[in-house]
């Protein structure tokens, strides 16, 4: 098989110089790099051409988001596995090939990368990513010793930062990435669509990476909450049965008063507005729904983590594993016809 690395870019030459050339000069080159800009005006285009002769380029005139730029470098990859990465990521020595071995497992669908501090590379960033049961989605390990996060494991979904994805298990072979989402919590959503069409999701700890968080977006920034508060309730809409998400949109609004409320207190006004407009968008915006055999529900049963929080918060998470871990039981129930002996 041969592998394809898709590289968005927005102005950020600074950064993706030193990307493209851990690529180019790690020790397993990839078969075929793909950069795609996202209509950058730092000369990206320009310099890429001159300096990286080597390198697929696609030059798109406007900003389509991590999601579309990621589905433009599909288009251009020839590869059949996938490498998504960050343009702020610089790989470590055997990154890659640890990557394929794990592809070497037919049940596998994705491999996420075991993503390190750019400045030290003995502290996690991400070790792959896991929900709680009101859909909030986070980093695994980021902060702690990379020394605690040696052993494989099965992931609810991969960090889209630095993951290899094999082209044969992508539900839609057209795209990588839900465009309707821009950027952030689209891995959450690719997390969704293997899972519940069958494919593993793993964490392969001798693929290592150096990564700088939010380069190109800012940390914190509202642009960044708004899509990621927005975002984690379309995904939730789109895979969680109708019924089941009809259920939980009441405990969800109450979770986001309480965290509007809370941030107003703090004097964290940017987040306030920015929980406000991305409930109000999260639930105002069209859905199609994700059709597959597996139930949504189910993925929450085998994955969700629990979140340690005060008494009021906490009583709204119990809710929403209730409202979820029933939705999976009434969707599994048409199927579990009783035998005769039981009629």
């Known amino acids: 098989m041969t592998t394809s690395v898709i590289v968005p870019n927005y102005n950020g030459i600074k950064i993706l110089r030193n990307c493209l050339v851990s690529l180019q000069e790690h020790d397993r080159k990839p078969d075929q790099i793909v950069v795609v800009d996202n209509g950058s005006s730092d000369g990206s285009v320009e310099i890429i051409r ?46 890659l090939s640890n990557l394929e071995k794990r592809m070497d497992d037919p049940s596998v669908g994705a491999v996420t990368s075991s993503i390190r501090n750019i400045s030290n590379v003995n502290t996690m960033d991400s070790a792959g990513g896991e929900i709680d049961w009101m859909g909030f989605s986070r980093d695994i390990g980021k902060g702690e010793p990379a020394s605690r996060f040696t052993e494989q494991m099965d992931l609810a979904f991969p960090c889209g930062g630095a993951v290899m994805v094999r082209r044969a298990a992508l539900p839609d072979p057209s795209r990588l990435f839900w465009d309707k989402l821009f950027i952030y919590q689209e891995d959450l959503d690719l997390g969704f669509e293997l899972n519940r069409t069958g494919w593993r999701i793993v964490y392969e700890p ?100 629990q979140n340690k929080t005060g008494h009021t918060k906490q009583t709204l998470y119990k809710k929403a594993e209730i409202i979820i871990r029933r939705g999976g039981q009434v969707i599994a129930a048409p199927s579990e016809k009783p035998s005769s002996a039981h009629r």
Do not use: Y
């Open 50 to 95: 001159r300096d990286f002769p080597d390198v697929t380029l696609i030059s798109l005139e406007s900003n389509t988001g991590f999601t579309g730029a990621n589905n433009a470098g599909i288009t251009a990859a020839s590869g059949d596995l996938l490498v998504l990465l960050n343009n702020d990521c610089i790989v470590e020595p055997g990154w």
């Open 206 to 305: 001798a693929a290592v990476v150096r990564h700088m968080h939010s380069a190109t977006t800012g940390r914190g920034s509202f642009f960044k909450e708004h899509l990621c508060i927005r975002n984690r309730i379309l995904v939730l809409r789109k895979h969680l049965d109708r019924k089941t998400f009809t259920e939980l949109a009441p405990v969800i609004r109450k979770w986001q008063n309480l965290w509007f409320i809370a941030s107003v207190f703090r004097g964290r006004f940017t987040l306030a507005k920015a929980i406000l407009k991305g409930t109000k968008d999260g639930f105002a915006m069209p859905v199609e729904t994700f059709t597959a055999a597996i139930p949504a529900e189910n993925v929450f049963t085998r994955f969700a983590v």
